[in-house]
C-alpha cells in the first residue's frame, strides 16, 4: 500500500469512527445522578446485580428535568430543609452504613442476603435476593429509622424462578431470556 493509499484508509476510518462513536456513547450506561449505590452483602450466591442508578445520556436528557422538579419539591412545600431532596443522599448513605453495623445482629442482613442500596431524593431502594427465612419487613423498618429517611422500598426477592427478580438488571447480569422481558 503506497502511502497516500494507507492516508486516505486512515482518514477514512476515522470519519466512520467519529459518526460510530456519539452513537456508541449514547448507549453507554452512567449514574449522571451521582446517586449512592452500593453492595452491603454477599451471603446468597448467583443473586444478578441491580442496574442501579446507571442510565444512557438520552434516559438522562429525558429524566432531567422531572428529576430536578421532584429533588425541589420537598424544599418548596417545607418538608426539608436543603434545596433538593437529592442533596441528602450522600448524608444518609453514610448514616445507613454506621446503621447497618448496629442492626446486623438483629436482623441478620449480613448472614442472609446479597443486597445492594440505591438512594435517590431520600428514599433507599433495597435490591438483591435474600433468604427464605429473612426478616424482611425488620430490615426495611430498621433502615427506615434511619434520619432524613422518607421510605425504603422493599425490592428484595427470594432467589428462584427469573419472575421473582423485581428490579432492573445490570447488562452483565441480564440473560437473553431477561433481555427480552418488557
Given at each position: ?6 492516508a ?13 462513536a ?14 449512592p ?7 446468597v ?10 442510565l ?29 431532596g ?43 435476593c ?53
Amino acid at each position: 500500500m503506497r502511502q497516500s493509499e494507507k492516508a486516505r484508509w486512515a482518514a477514512s476510518a476515522m470519519l466512520a469512527l467519529a459518526f460510530i462513536a456519539p452513537a456508541r456513547a449514547d448507549q453507554d450506561l452512567r449514574n449522571w445522578g451521582n446517586d449512592p449505590f452500593f453492595q452491603i452483602s454477599h451471603a446468597v450466591a448467583d443473586c444478578p446485580q441491580p442496574l442501579g442508578p446507571l442510565l444512557t445520556r438520552q434516559e438522562w436528557q429525558r429524566e432531567e428535568h422531572y428529576r430536578a422538579e421532584r429533588g425541589n419539591s420537598c424544599y418548596i412545600q417545607g418538608t426539608c430543609r436543603l434545596s433538593s431532596g437529592y442533596r441528602y443522599d450522600g448524608e444518609i448513605s453514610e448514616a445507613v452504613k454506621r446503621r447497618l453495623t448496629h442492626i446486623a445482629e438483629q436482623t441478620q442482613w449480613d448472614r442472609k442476603s446479597t443486597l445492594w442500596l440505591m438512594l435517590q431524593r431520600r428514599i433507599i431502594y433495597v435490591q438483591g435476593c435474600v433468604a427464605a427465612d429473612f426478616d424482611r419487613e425488620a430490615f426495611v423498618k430498621q433502615l427506615a429509622e434511619t434520619a432524613d429517611v422518607v421510605t425504603v422500598i422493599d425490592q428484595m426477592a427470594v432467589l428462584g424462578p427469573p419472575d421473582a427478580i423485581r428490579y432492573p438488571l445490570a447488562p452483565a447480569a441480564q440473560s437473553p431470556a431477561a433481555e427480552a422481558k418488557p
